[in-house]
T-cell receptor
């Protein structure tokens, strides 16, 4: 079983839709949960960062962590064509020197 | 310049060539990393340098040889590569060993390597 599972997609939605992106993981030591966004021909950039369980909201983006289910989600409200990118989940723990373990990334396409 | 800069952006090399990838960070971080990104696969951590000292080498073949002359510069020397080594090679930097490192984990734009 891979440490972090993420469906690579692609996920295609119309503009204005609510998007839900998800990852599951197996390592219960993970405490720090991140979402990165990667545009074509660019490196990943940090989008959301959450410690332990709970929700975090930033504008149109909401990150959720359910440690009991080992499941994390990223919601994008009112999706825009500019949100088209690959979204990578990542997780880290103090035991791993806080170096993140990444999922495969989900390719999101928001069409006008 | 700011952030993490990688050169070249694209590289095509034959299996018998020797080439080097360069990474430079202007963020004052003390750790630098090399990652390999292949289609539909998770980012693979290759090497970690903390204060110029290599702290991790994730079973990377010896045809990849890293060099970190100072905390701002990182190289990846390539020789006798295989076609399956074709991928996007990403450099990143951060503060090492702290939870706050995750806030500042910064990637370059990568070098797209094609081995023919």
């Amino acid at each position: 079983q891979k440490e972090v599972e993420q469906d690579p997609g692609p996920l295609s939605v119309p503009e204005g839709a609510i998007v839900s992106l998800n990852c599951t993981y197996s390592n219960s030591a993970f405490q720090y949960f991140m979402w990165y966004r990667q545009y074509s021909r660019k490196g990943p950039e940090l989008l959301m960062y959450t410690y332990s369980s709970g929700n975090k909201e930033d504008g149109r983006f909401t990150a959720q962590v359910d440690k009991s289910s080992k499941y994390i989600s990223l919601f994008i409200r009112d999706s825009q064509p500019s949100d088209s990118a690959t979204y990578l989940c990542a997780m880290a723990s103090s035991g791993g020197s806080y170096i993140p373990t990444f999922g495969r990334g989900t390719s999101l396409i928001v069409h006008p | 310049e700011t952030g993490v800069t990688q050169t070249p952006r694209h590289l095509v090399m034959g299996m018998t060539n020797k080439k080097s990838l360069k990474c430079e960070q202007h963020l004052g971080h003390n750790a630098m990393y090399w990652y390999k990104q292949s289609a539909k696969k998770p980012l693979e951590l290759m090497f970690v340098y903390n204060f110029k000292e290599q702290t991790e080498n994730n079973s990377v073949p010896s045809r990849f040889s890293p060099e970190c002359p100072n905390s701002s510069h990182l190289f990846l020397h390539l020789h006798t590569l295989q076609p399956e080594d074709s991928a996007l090679y990403l450099c990143a930097s951060s503060d090492y060993g702290t939870a706050q490192a995750n806030y500042g984990y910064t990637f370059g734009s990568g070098t797209r390597l094609t081995v023919v």
